[in-house]
């Protein structure tokens, strides 16, 4: 999941070099383009990316439209099952993960990095008080940590699934080693920039200068992945039939042109967080040396850099100039923006750490004291190989549930239909443990759930499960990223869009 850009890269000038931990520079892999190495030794189960990623949610992609990104979901989407995606589309949901997610290269047997989780929040800038609400994803801090220990110069692999490497005629080699003083000189540091909450209010997350950083020095690699304008449109079929167009949260994402069919996802650490700030702007972009800046095309792949304007000092934001345009465009949907009617009081990342939702109440109990409309329960179960088969000659059964169910692709929705306490037990000091709670649910299918885990119709499936393996989720739909309200806009790039690429007119364009 590299650019195929192999050109010789030239002796770049980084800011403290010395200090990075993680670089880009040529995989190890035949035909691998881009990859990410460790200069740092690494012991097994370290965090590689103390700061995490973003996880951005691609939902219900327009059939029709769909193939204007066609290498984005090819080469670097991921299931967004996997990435707390579960319920935000009900046809299909891909992931999108800027950083290690994306820029390392992938390995069958020989991946060296895992995948966490990522967490949820929104920064409290709620649907009812925040014209932010619904412009960022909720989904943050997905790290990655290495599985053995690495040695300095080591390059990082990660698995993308068995198929991978034989469809893009890669070869499954050794181990791939450099000279960390080689990946000094000629590597782009990864870790100039981290996340966190910005200093603009309404923005949302921000980028952070992790040490000083030089004027003139490239703080980031900005690889790029063209995609149209039309990929971008959600065709939302709701339940009841009908269906509704929207624009995707990736969006917000990408560089463009209000007078161009083309936008730029930039893939690599940190640099798609970077704010609009036209009076303290501190950073700008510039086309790599060697980039082929040619007429657009759906399948190319390029790359900029980010630079320093000016000194720059450890946690600083940084800012980039988007352009008067998309100032404009903000400026005015703030003053015209009204809350949203959805129930704002509740959130299901929220309830999930509410000590006042420990207890879950029976769908009985939820006749009488329902949870908000926007939000069900949900249970983390799998079927048992060849289930499926056994339930369709029959039309209830109760399965078994174990901890190792715990896993994101097994989250489903569930109704609750009853909760009792287990039998009190003794500790071996003799002492009484607190009677824990077990809770009997109905097990449903969800959208995207694999084949070989959907119930059949008219079948109930009944399991119990304790406390740990039930969440609280958000309808499809009704997240805030779906907001009819939400901005959306892509960061302008001004003066380094190229003109040969404005193929819209100015008044062609929304």
Same mark, same amino acid.
């Given at each position: 999941?590299?650019?195929?850009?192999?050109?010789?890269?030239?002796?770049?000038? +980084?800011? /403290?070099?010395?200090?990075?931990?993680? !670089?880009?520079?040529?995989?190890?892999?035949?035909?691998?383009?881009?990859?990410?190495?460790?200069?740092?030794?690494?012991?097994?189960?370290?965090?590689?990316?103390?700061?995490?990623? *973003?996880?951005?949610?691609? $939902?219900?992609?327009?059939? @029709?439209?769909?193939?204007?990104?066609?290498?984005?979901?090819?080469?670097?989407?991921?299931?967004?099952?996997?990435?707390?995606?579960?319920?935000?589309?009900?046809?299909?949901?891909?992931?999108?993960?800027?950083?290690?997610g994306s820029l390392a290269n992938g390995r069958t047997k020989g991946y060296n990095a895992v995948?966490?989780?990522?967490?949820?929040?929104?920064?409290?800038?709620?649907?009812?008080?925040?014209?932010?609400?619904?412009?960022?994803?909720?989904?943050?801090?997905? $790290?990655?940590?290495?599985?053995?220990?690495?040695?300095?110069?080591?390059?990082?692999?990660?698995?993308?699934?068995? @198929?991978?490497?034989?469809?893009?005629?890669?070869?499954?080699?050794?181990?791939?080693?450099?000279? !960390?003083?080689?990946? /000094?000189?000629?590597?782009?540091?990864?870790?100039?920039?981290?996340?966190?909450?910005?200093?603009?209010?309404?923005?949302?997350?921000?980028?952070?200068?992790?040490?000083?950083?030089?004027?003139?020095?490239?703080?980031? =690699?900005? =690889?790029?992945?063209?995609?149209?304008?039309?990929?971008?449109?959600?065709?939302?079929?709701?339940?009841?039939?009908? *269906?509704?167009?929207?624009?995707?949260?990736?969006?917000?994402?990408?560089?463009?042109h209000a007078n161009s069919s083309t936008l730029l996802f930039p893939y690599s650490n940190g640099?798609?967080?970077?704010?609009?700030?036209?009076?303290?702007? #501190?950073?700008?972009?510039?086309?790599?040396?060697?980039?082929?800046?040619?007429?657009?095309?759906? #399948?190319?792949?390029?790359?900029?850099?980010?630079?320093?304007?000016?000194?720059?000092?450890?946690?600083?934001?940084?800012?980039?100039?988007?352009?008067?345009?998309?100032?404009?465009?903000?400026?005015?949907?703030?003053?015209?923006?009204?809350?949203?009617?959805?129930?704002?009081?509740?959130?299901?990342?929220?309830?999930?750490?509410?000590?006042?939702?420990?207890?879950?109440?029976?769908?009985?109990?939820?006749?009488?004291?329902?949870?908000?409309?926007?939000i069900f329960t949900s249970c983390y179960y799998k079927l048992e190989p060849n289930a499926i088969?056994?339930?369709?000659? $029959?039309?209830?059964?109760?399965?078994?549930?174990?901890?190792?169910?715990?896993? =994101?692709?097994?989250?489903?929705?569930?109704? *609750?239909?009853?909760?009792?306490?287990?039998?009190?037990?003794?500790?071996?000091?003799?002492?009484? !443990? @607190?009677?824990?709670?077990?809770?009997?649910?109905?097990?449903?299918?969800?959208?995207?759930?694999?084949?070989? +885990?959907?119930?059949?119709?008219? @079948?109930?499936?009944? !399991?119990?499960?304790?406390?740990?393996?039930?969440?609280? &989720?958000?309808?499809?739909?009704? &997240?805030?990223?779906?907001?009819?309200?939400?901005?959306?806009?892509?960061?302008?790039?001004?003066?380094?869009?190229?003109?040969?690429?404005?193929?819209?007119?100015?008044?062609?364009?929304?």
């Open positions: 999941m590299s650019s195929s850009d192999q050109a010789n890269v030239p002796n770049i000038q +980084q800011n /403290r070099a010395d200090e990075c931990t993680l !670089v880009m520079a040529p995989s190890g892999l035949e035909n691998g383009g881009w990859g990410i190495f460790t200069l740092t030794p690494r012991i097994k189960d370290e965090v590689l990316n103390q700061y995490g990623d *973003v996880v951005i949610q691609i $939902t219900d992609p327009n059939p @029709h439209t769909a193939a204007g990104m066609r290498r984005l979901v090819w080469d670097y989407l991921w299931e967004g099952q996997l990435l707390a995606g579960h319920y935000e589309g009900f046809q299909r949901v891909y992931s999108a993960v800027p950083g290690i995948g966490g989780y990522p967490s949820v929040g929104n920064l409290g800038l709620d649907r009812g008080l925040s014209p932010g609400a619904g412009a960022f994803t909720h989904h943050d801090n997905y $790290t990655w940590t290495a599985k053995k220990d690495l040695d300095a110069g080591d390059e990082i692999f990660i698995s993308y699934g068995e @198929h991978w490497m034989n469809e893009r005629s890669l070869t499954d080699g050794t181990a791939w080693k450099r000279d !960390v003083s080689d990946l /000094r000189q000629f590597g782009y540091c990864l870790d100039n920039i981290i996340p966190g909450t910005s200093l603009i209010e309404h923005a949302g997350r921000g980028a952070f200068a992790s040490r000083d950083l030089e004027q003139d020095s490239i703080i980031a =690699p900005v =690889p790029l992945l063209s995609l149209s304008r039309s990929s971008l449109e959600i065709l939302k079929k709701r339940q009841d039939g009908t *269906v509704e167009k929207a624009t995707q949260l990736l969006l917000n994402y990408c560089y463009g640099v798609n967080m970077v704010n609009h700030h036209s009076a303290k702007a #501190n950073v700008k972009l510039r086309w790599r040396e060697g980039s082929e800046v040619i007429p657009h095309s759906l #399948n190319a792949k390029y790359m900029l850099e980010m630079i320093a304007l000016r000194d720059i000092s450890k946690g600083e934001e940084i800012y980039l100039d988007y352009g008067s345009e998309s100032e404009e465009a903000w400026k005015t949907h703030v003053d015209k923006w009204q809350p949203d009617p959805v129930d704002v009081k509740h959130y299901a990342h929220k309830m999930n750490t509410d000590t006042n939702f420990s207890e879950i109440r029976t769908l009985e109990e939820q006749q009488t004291n329902p949870y908000p409309a926007s088969d056994k339930l369709k000659t $029959t039309k209830q059964s109760v399965g078994t549930y174990n901890p190792s169910m715990i896993t =994101p692709r097994n989250l489903r929705p569930c109704l *609750v239909i009853q909760r009792r306490e287990l039998p009190a037990s003794s500790s071996r000091e003799g002492k009484e !443990v @607190h009677n824990a709670l077990v809770y009997t649910v109905h097990v449903l299918n969800r959208p995207t759930l694999d084949a070989a +885990q959907r119930i059949p119709r008219g @079948h109930r499936h009944y !399991v119990n499960v304790p406390r740990e393996a039930i969440l609280f &989720s958000e309808k499809t739909y009704t &997240s805030d990223q779906h907001l009819v309200n939400a901005f959306r806009k892509e960061i302008g790039l001004g003066d380094a869009f190229p003109e040969q690429w404005k193929d819209h007119s100015k008044t062609a364009t929304t």
